[in-house]
């Protein structure tokens, strides 16, 4: 088994498409990283005194005009915790680079792993080369299973790649903060906010990140399987991921009025809202989602190898 799993991660580097797929993402993480620093720039020194100065305009400002100034609360709040926690509200290090930009850049490593797994199997189709690898004395679910592992671990090196090169680069660019440093991030609903630690936070949604990978990837994977044509398995694997994250953006706001979406996978692709709150909807947990992923996933890895197994390779 080890030896047809080698056996694939060397196909895949074979391709120049792999490497070049690698130093994109090095390259959008550099790009990435100009434009914050030019939109951001070096961090601000007397920040406390020009937060003790804005926060004293908004307390009187509230206290003169109570109702028309009363959205000034939150960010008298916010200031005020500023102050207290010590955190600079124009820090932008390495880390704060890494939880925001770069977990936004995910989406490319998503893209160019569909590209490579709906392509995996498929190519072997379209080349004739499927042929080989039935001649030899291995059990088609060895094959094909060699395949995803391979295809898998590719996906999950790209994204190492992208977060190796987004602390380096942020580092070079931005400097570097402490791992524990606390920062504010603003709630996805409510405009409320919570106070973090910057590195649990960043490891918090590159975790919650991996799963939806992982999923991606294996309908991708599944699409090579059932599909003959190459171009068409990569299409149909990029349309997936952008009606997805369409339909699951759309379907949040149905689950309240349809309890029965809440076990469609499209509104379960993005975990990284668990990094905000603790709730999809009401009821919708984590553990409720990575449920609902888990039955889809042992769905499609069935189809993907049921249909491998019944396959006519003799064309």
């Not at 939150?74 to 207290?84: P, V």
């Not at 931005?174 to 524990?180: A, L, M, Y």
């Amino acid at each position: 088994m080890m030896g047809l799993i080698q056996n694939e991660w060397m196909k895949i580097f074979a391709r120049k498409s792999s490497w070049i797929y690698m130093i994109l993402i090095v390259a959008f993480v550099l790009i990435a990283a100009i434009f914050y620093n030019k939109m951001y720039g070096k961090d601000d020194p007397n920040w406390r005194s020009s937060v003790q100065k804005e926060l004293a305009q908004n307390q009187q400002l509230l206290k003169k005009d109570p109702e028309k100034n009363a959205g000034l609360a939150q960010n008298i709040r916010m200031n005020q915790d500023y102050l207290k926690y010590n955190i600079n509200p124009k820090a932008h290090s390495n880390w704060h680079f890494m939880n925001s930009v770069i977990i936004s850049l995910g989406s490319f490593v998503t893209l160019f792993s569909i590209i490579i797994c709906s392509a995996n199997v498929s190519a072997e189709f379209a080349t004739g080369t499927i042929k080989q690898l039935m001649i030899r004395p291995h059990q088609r679910w060895k094959i094909l299973l060699s395949k995803y592992i391979a295809v898998t671990l590719y996906s999950i090196l790209l994204l190492i790649v992208l977060f190796i090169a987004g602390y380096l680069i942020g580092m070079i660019f931005q400097g570097s903060s402490g791992f524990n440093t606390k920062f504010i991030e603003q709630n996805l609903t409510g405009g409320s906010y919570s106070i973090k630690e910057i590195g649990p936070q960043f490891l918090k949604k590159a975790a919650l990140f991996l799963p939806s990978l992982v999923m991606v990837t294996a309908i991708a994977f599944m699409l090579s399987t059932l599909f003959k044509n190459q171009a068409l398995a990569v299409g149909i694997g990029i349309f997936m991921l952008f009606i997805t994250n369409t339909l699951g953006g759309i379907l949040l706001f149905l689950i309240e009025k349809y309890d029965w979406m809440k076990y469609l996978i499209f509104p379960h692709m993005d975990l990284s809202i668990y990094a905000y709150q603790h709730e999809l909807t009401d009821g919708v947990t984590l553990g409720f989602s990575l449920s609902i992923l888990a039955v889809y996933y042992l769905v499609f890895m069935v189809l993907s190898f049921w249909y491998f197994q019944k396959r006519d390779i003799s064309y």
